[in-house]
C-alpha cells in the first residue's frame, strides 16, 4: 500500500517541480542530489550496525540516533568544501547549492531512525515514508507552485517532507530511543567504520556520473533529461518494498524459506512496474514537462536497468542476512574480509568502477559530435550493460547459499500478464489518449489508462494464479483486522 502511495505522491511532487522550473533549474536539481550522495555515503558508519544490533536485541537506538547528529555536522563540512571546489570555475549558481546543504542533517537524523525501526519493526519505516510522502505534496503545492520559489521552494519541500518523517518514525520508535548513549556503540562503529562505509564507494561512482556529464557538456541544462527520464524508471525501484522485512527476519535467525517466497513477490511487483515505465514512456514525460518528450526511448533502456539492479539488491540484501562474523566479538579483521559484509561490496564496486571508466570513455569521445539527447541514450545503455553481469552472478551466489526453488510457472504467469495488460492499453492509448496542452485536462486520462493497464493485470493475475488469489485474501484481511481494533 505504500508502495503505491509512494509511486504516486513521487510522480506528482515531480510533476509540480519539472512543471515550474526552468530546464537548468531541473538539472541543477538532479546534480544536487548526485553531490549531497557524495556526503550521506557516511550514514552507514551508524545506521549500517544499528538495524543489525536492534534486530538481534541490543539497545543501541539512543546511540545511534545522537551520533547521526556529530556526523551530520562533519557531513556539512564536508559538502560546503566539495560546492566551492565544484564550482570554482563553473557558471552553476553556487548560492543554490549551498542552500541545498539543509537537506543533509534532516536525511542523517531520518536514515538513523529508519535504521533503527529496521531492526525492531520494519513496518514502522513504512509509516515515516507515508507522513514523508502525503507531506510533500501540499508543502510542494504551497511553496513551487503558489509562492513560485524554484528550486529554492523543492529542497524546502524535500526537508520538510523528512521532518514529517522523522515526527512519525521518533513516536513509534520511541520505546528503542529511550535508552542510554553507551559509547561502546559508538566506539565499535568507528572502529568498524571502513565495513559499513565500504560499499558506498560504489555509491560514489554512482553519483559521479551525473558530475562528469556536466563536466563534459559544460550545461547542466542536458542533465535534466537523464533527471525526467531516471524518474519515470525508478518507478521499478518501489518492487523492493516488498523485500523490507526479509533482512532483518534473516539477521534474526529466520528461515531461509523467506527469500524464496519473498523473491517470488518481487517479481510479482516488479513485471508490471517494468511494464508501466516502458508503456507510459512518452506521455509520461510529456506530463512531467513536454521539454523532455524526446528523452523517451531513453527509458526503454533505463527502466530494465532499473530492475535488473532490484533484483541484485534483493540477493545482495538477503546474503547479508545470513552472515554472522560479526555475531563473533573477537572477529578480526582477517575475518571480516572473509566475509559476505566485503566479498559482496567488493563485487558492487569493481562494477560501478567498470560503469565510470567506460561512461567517461564514451562521453569523451561522443561529446563533440553528438547532441545531448543522444549521449544520454548511450549514457544508458552503458548502464544496463554494467548492470547485467552483477546480476547474474549475483543469483549465482544466491543458488549456492539458499537453493532456492523458484516457482518458474507463476513468474510466467505475471509476465505474461504485465505483457497482455499493458499491451492492450498502450494499443487504446495510441488511438484515444490526446496530448493536450493542459495538464489538468491531460494528467486524468492519462491516469485513466494507467488505471486500465494495472486493474487489467491485478485482474488476470488474480484469475490465473492461486499464489495471487491467496495474496488478496490475506491483504482483505489484513485491512479488515486493523478496522476492529
Known amino acids: 500500500m505504500v508502495g503505491l502511495v509512494s509511486v504516486f505522491t513521487g510522480l506528482i511532487f515531480t510533476l509540480i517541480v519539472t512543471r515550474q522550473l526552468t530546464q537548468e533549474e531541473f538539472g541543477t536539481w538532479g546534480l544536487i542530489a548526485g553531490l549531497t550522495g557524495y556526503v550521506l555515503i557516511i550514514r552507514p558508519i551508524v545506521n549500517y550496525w544499528t538495524t543489525r544490533e536492534i534486530a538481534r536485541g541490543e539497545e543501541s537506538g ?35 547549492l549551498l542552500f541545498a546543504a539543509i537537506i543533509i542533517p534532516v536525511e542523517f537524523v531520518k536514515s538513523a531512525l529508519s535504521s533503527i525501526s529496521n531492526g525492531y519493526k520494519p513496518q514502522i519505516t513504512e509509516y515515516g515514508i507515508l507522513a514523508s510522502e502525503l507531506s510533500k505534496i501540499p508543502i510542494a503545492l504551497f511553496l513551487v507552485y503558489f509562492l513560485d520559489m524554484g528550486l529554492a521552494g523543492a529542497i524546502l519541500t524535500t526537508s520538510l517532507a523528512s521532518l514529517a518523517s522523522i515526527t512519525i518514525l521518533l513516536i513509534r520508535a520511541r520505546e528503542k530511543i529511550k535508552g542510554k548513549f553507551n559509547k561502546k556503540y559508538l566506539k565499535k562503529w568507528l572502529k568498524l567504520f571502513w565495513l559499513p562505509l565500504y560499499p558506498n564507494i560504489a555509491q560514489i561512482f554512482s553519483n559521479t556520473d551525473v558530475v562528469i556529464f556536466t563536466i563534459i557538456t559544460g550545461f547542466v541544462g542536458g542533465l535534466a533529461y537523464w533527471v525526467a527520464a531516471m524518474t519515470i524508471s525508478n518507478v521499478v525501484n518501489h ?142 545503455l552503458v548502464s544496463l550493460l554494467a548492470q547485467i553481469p552483477l546480476t547474474i552472478y549475483l543469483y549465482v551466489l544466491v543458488r549456492k547459499d539458499f537453493s532456492p526453488k523458484i516457482n518458474v510457472r507463476s513468474i510466467f504467469k505475471y509476465f505474461s500478464a504485465s505483457i497482455l495488460a499493458f499491451g492492450f492499453t498502450f494499443v487504446l492509448m495510441e488511438k484515444y489518449l490526446v496530448y493536450k496542452v493542459s495538464i489538468f485536462e491531460f494528467l486524468p486520462d492519462l491516469i485513466l489508462f494507467v488505471g486500465l493497464a494495472i486493474g487489467g493485470y491485478l485482474t488476470l493475475t488474480y484469475i490465473i494464479d492461486s499464489k495471487t488469489r491467496i495474496l488478496f485474501k490475506s491483504v482483505i484481511k489484513e485491512i479488515k483486522n486493523k478496522q476492529m481494533r
Open 239 to 380: 518492487s523492493l518494498k516488498i523485500s523490507k522485512a526479509v533482512y532483518p527476519k534473516l539477521l534474526g535467525g529466520g528461515k531461509k524459506e523467506y527469500f524464496q517466497e519473498n523473491l517470488t513477490r518481487v517479481f510479482y511487483f516488479s513485471f508490471p512496474l517494468v511494464a508501466m515505465a516502458m508503456t507510459f514512456t512518452r506521455p509520461a514525460l510529456y506530463a512531467l514537462n513536454p521539454l523532455y518528450e524526446i528523452a523517451a526511448p531513453v527509458i526503454l533502456l533505463l527502466a530494465p536497468a532499473t530492475f535488473f539492479k532490484t533484483l541484485g539488491t534483493v540477493f545482495r540484501q538477503s546474503l547479508k542476512g545470513i552472515e554472522k562474523v560479526d555475531l563473533n566479538e573477537n572477529a578480526t579483521f582477517k575475518d571480516y574480509l572473509k566475509s559476505k559484509l566485503f566479498y559482496l561490496p567488493t563485487l558492487e564496486n569493481i562494477q560501478k568502477a567498470v560503469y565510470i571508466v567506460v561512461l567517461l570513455i564514451v562521453m569523451t569521445i561522443l561529446v563533440s559530435n553528438t547532441s545531448d539527447i543522444d549521449l544520454i541514450m548511450y549514457w544508458g
Open 62 to 96: 539512543q546511540t545511534a540516533f545522537l551520533s547521526s547528529g556529530l556526523f551530520s555536522t562533519i557531513g556539512i563540512v564536508i559538502y560546503i568544501l566539495i560546492i566551492y571546489i565544484f564550482t570554482a570555475e563553473s557558471s552553476i549558481n553556487r548560492e543554490i
